[in-house]
């Protein structure tokens, strides 16, 4: 059984912080690694996906990936208020499912 | 235009009725999912359907029954409706890419 993990927050920045929330997870032979953000009563939207150790940036977003330490994070640099949101990492958990974490809930403060 | 629609948005319903929730993309894609989200916000997958045909049917009552006509449709019948399957049912699907795209859900609610 492949496992997600995150904290689940809430996490709360300042506005113009940079967030960091971060994912682990058990399978090491894990190749693909998604960020999808979810705000209240919406449903889940794609926001990042990383496939390479190393840094993938996209605008204020970095995602972050250790194979090694089995280790996936999300950095938002220049937090928003419209950020505030639950931020889920997911991992192909066979046939093409997700499995996902169960989110870490980011306030970002004015 | 909607890329992956649901019908309908919001079910209450009574213990023991049975309902259906409709799942439509628009995206060509090939593989169509079902996820249920639980009060405590955790996503996990139900059921998965590759060209019409089920490849995942995780542990889920037999009172769910996905149904798939054809590569852009796919139906979940619930029969016999219990207070434990207040949830909201996300409704997916992908092509080639792992990329999911999620419907809007449907916030399903048994009294």
């Known amino acids: 059984q492949k496992e997600v993990e995150q904290n689940s927050g809430p996490l709360s920045v300042p506005e113009g912080a940079i967030a960091s929330l971060n994912c682990t997870y058990s399978?090491?032979?894990?190749?693909?690694f998604f960020w999808y953000r979810q705000y209240s009563g919406k449903s889940p939207e794609l926001i990042m996906s990383?496939?390479?150790?190393g840094d993938k940036e996209d605008g204020r977003f970095t995602a972050q990936l250790n194979k090694a330490s089995q280790y996936v994070s999300l950095l938002i640099r220049d937090s928003q208020p419209s950020d505030s949101a639950t931020y889920l990492c997911?991992?192909?958990?066979?046939?093409?499912?997700?499995?996902f974490g169960s989110g870490t809930r980011l306030q970002v403060q004015p | 235009d909607t890329a992956v629609s649901q019908t309908p948005k919001y079910l209450v319903t009574q213990m023991g009725n049975d309902k259906s929730i409709k799942c439509e993309q628009n995206?060509?894609?090939?593989?169509m999912y079902w996820y249920k989200q639980d009060s405590k916000k955790f996503l996990k997958i139900m059921f998965s359907?590759?060209?019409?045909?089920?490849?995942i049917n995780e542990t889920v009552p037999n009172r769910f029954s996905p149904k798939s006509p054809d590569k852009a449709h796919l139906n979940l019948h619930i029969n016999s409706l219990e207070l434990g399957d207040s949830a909201v049912y996300f409704c997916?699907?992908?092509?080639?890419?792992?990329?999911?795209?999620f419907g809007p859900g449907t916030r399903l609610l048994v009294l």
């Open positions: 997911a991992l192909p958990g066979g046939r093409r499912a997700l499995t």
């Open positions: 399978d090491r032979g894990s190749q693909s």
């Open positions: 997916a699907s992908s092509g080639p890419q792992e990329t999911q795209y």
């Open positions: 359907y590759n060209n019409k045909e089920l490849i």
């Open positions: 990383i496939y390479s150790n």
């Open positions: 995206l060509g894609h090939d593989t």
